[in-house]
């Protein structure tokens, strides 16, 4: 049985406000609806996507599926005149005999895979399924004059989100029979109000939010900004045979153990650093080293920049040298590895993958200089994924939690093993990370 995606983004998003319908406002490199779409594409669960769009807007997303990847999208619908007739479209347009549909607001960006696979579980037992989550508010019910005349137990209040997820013969039978019906408030409503069988719930995430005003935006910039991915741990790195791979910072750490790695997986693996002669803060190393491995290779596939340095200190106490040294090595030097390798990785479609930590979340006192420039490194990231993304070049960062390096041992000296990350596994996901479709993303590498 196919897993269908019904995707509603036809709505005019009179709340938004602003000339730009809100499924169309960037944020983090892409239009939310582009996010929305992300989200169901990569998903091992979802065979299907239909798209339900405002027809004046049916262009915009026409250059989408253009300049995207997405091999999911089987339909493009003009959609209704309110909600309910947009989700009667998408589900209308299923011919199968029996499906899951799985229908989602386009305005929520931020939905978990692990929900999908929730949902996807659920309906294998019952034939309606919603997302909640708790109400933390008291739920107060008015009446017309603006009194209160009931407040519920919260105990029992919970705040819907999307996807609503249906068996496709009971959300089908609901539309029918609502086709005179305006007195609509979502499609689990239907099943319910038409006593077509009991609604399910799959708990939700604080962080699926829906966009339904212009201060959203700012919550759901800041929310991109922190968000982190994972990677499959169980891919294979075959697909690093005869890859050529550069990276910067290669002769310790996390460096040492990628190109240990990934010449393991038969790729062809050059290495440079400041102690064989290349130091990143200086562009010119970085273009040299870059075109050496071209005139040898022809072509390059990955790029990466491992090479960072960690100093401790009161900033008005630290020699300003030394800053100066951190920010160029730390934050330039990704400048430097990004716009040297650019001309390369167009030709082939590949990918640089930079490095953060754990700490570019938040300041840290005496830790201002590296916990800032990590915090730079992710917002470089996500804004050359939108730059880097017209030449087909994906851009990534790592954000690896405390690891056992060189560089931290200098720091901190000797710490207990179990509470340290293995570089042997940030460099498994790095390299996973290669080999995957995923840009302008923090991947989060944990023990």
């Known amino acids: 049985m196919k897993n269908y995606a019904v995707i509603l983004a036809s709505g005019s998003g009179t709340r938004f406000g602003g000339d730009t319908p809100k499924q169309f406002v960037k944020i983090a490199g892409k239009t939310v ?19 339900v769009i405002l027809a004046e807007y049916r262009h915009v997303l026409e250059n989408i599926l253009l300049k995207n990847s997405y091999k ?22 299923i011919m199968d005999d029996e499906a899951n549909v799985f229908i989602h607001d386009c305005a ?21 399924v919603d997302v909640v989550i708790p109400a933390t508010d008291t739920i107060v019910q008015i009446d017309d004059d603006k009194n209160i005349v009931q407040i519920p137990n919260r105990k029992y209040m919970c705040q819907g989100q999307t996807p609503q997820c249906f068996k496709l013969s009971i959300i089908r039978k609901a539309h029918e029979m609502a086709h005179d019906d305006d007195n609509f408030t979502d499609d689990c409503g ?41 990677v499959n741990e169980n891919v294979s790195l075959n697909g690093l045979h005869n890859k050529v ?20 997986n038969g790729a062809h693996v050059y290495s440079f650093a400041k102690s064989t002669g290349c130091d990143v803060a200086r562009y010119q190393d970085v273009q040299n080293a870059l075109e050496s ?57 590949g990918m640089i993958l930079l490095f953060a930590s754990s700490s570019y979340t938040r300041g840290r006192a005496l830790y201002s200089t590296y916990s800032s420039t990590k915090a730079g490194i992710v917002n ?26 060189p560089m931290r ?18 460099a498994f996901t790095s390299l996973a990370t290669c080999l995957g479709t995923l840009t302008g993303q923090v991947i989060d590498v944990r023990r």
């Open 33 to 51: 609806l582009e996010h929305t779409l992300d989200i169901f594409e990569q998903s091992n669960i979802i065979d299907e996507i239909v798209v």
């Open 72 to 93: 999911k999208i089987t339909k493009i619908l003009n959609g209704g005149a309110t909600r309910k007739e947009s989700s009667c479209i998408g589900v209308s347009a």
């Open 108 to 128: 929520r960006p931020f939905l978990a895979q692990r929900i999908i696979q929730d949902c996807a579980k659920a309906l294998q037992t019952y034939s309606a």
């Open 190 to 230: 239907l099943v319910l109000k038409y006593g077509l069988g009991p609604v399910h719930i799959v708990d939700g995430d604080v962080q699926n939010i829906k966009i339904t005003h212009g201060e959203d935006i700012f919550l759901a910039d800041k929310l991109f900004q922190l968000r982190t991915t994972n």
């Open 245 to 264: 791979i550069v990276v910067f910072g290669g002769t310790k750490g996390i460096g040492a153990s990628i190109v240990k790695h990934a010449t393991a």
């Open 293 to 349: 491995v071209f005139d040898v290779e022809k072509q390059i596939d990955y790029v990466i920049n491992t090479a960072g340095i960690l100093k401790i200190g009161k900033l008005a106490d630290r020699p300003l040298d030394e800053i100066q040294d951190e920010i160029n090595i730390n934050y330039f030097g990704s400048i430097n590895v990004c716009r040297a390798a650019a001309q390369y990785l167009k030709q082939t479609s």
């Open 380 to 405: 470089l990231t996500q804004a050359l994924a939108e730059e880097l993304g017209a030449d087909n070049i994906k851009i990534n960062v790592i954000s690896p939690e405390r690891t056992a390096t």
């Open 409 to 426: 041992f200098a720091a901190f000296g000797k710490e207990p093993a179990e509470t340290l990350l293995s570089p042997d596994k940030v």
